[in-house]
């Protein structure tokens, strides 16, 4: 069984940042789409960035493009998500999931991750 261990969400005001990691094992990490997605309370699941492990290649939301970018540790086999500029409307559980395989450069589609995190809570207050 795969594990993907998250770290650094919490509590932060609003025009704040965090930074989100997502630990892999080392022989998975290679060759994956690794993403993030958040689902706040009521709401649907959303992707928010993504990155092919292998290119570097990314993928953001509209609602985080500018604000967010997802990076790679490859000697760390981690996945970041660095959070600037937040907002409340930011706040919900934050989770990293992999798919194997090049991510789609359009979208983030549920279904096609198979591996999932436990989730991180990051809350914005105004």
């Known amino acids: 069984q795969v594990q993907l261990v998250e770290s650094g969400g919490g509590s932060v005001q609003a025009g704040g940042s965090l930074r989100l990691s997502c630990a892999t094992p080392?022989?998975?990490?290679?060759?994956?789409?690794m993403g993030w997605f958040r689902q706040a309370p009521g709401k649907e699941r959303e992707g928010v960035a993504s990155i092919y492990t292998r290119s570097g290649s990314t993928y953001y939301a509209d609602s985080v493009k500018g604000r967010f970018t997802i990076s790679q540790d490859n000697a760390k086999n981690t996945v970041y998500l660095q959070m600037n500029s937040l907002k409340p409307e930011d706040t919900a559980m934050y989770y990293c999931?992999?798919?194997?395989?090049?991510?789609?450069?359009?979208?983030?589609?549920?279904?096609?991750?198979?591996?999932w995190g436990q989730g991180t809570q990051v809350t914005v207050s105004s």
């Open positions: 999931a992999a798919d194997r395989g090049p991510c789609d450069p359009a979208s983030m589609v549920i279904s096609q991750f198979g591996y």
């Open positions: 080392g022989y998975f990490y290679s060759s994956k789409c």
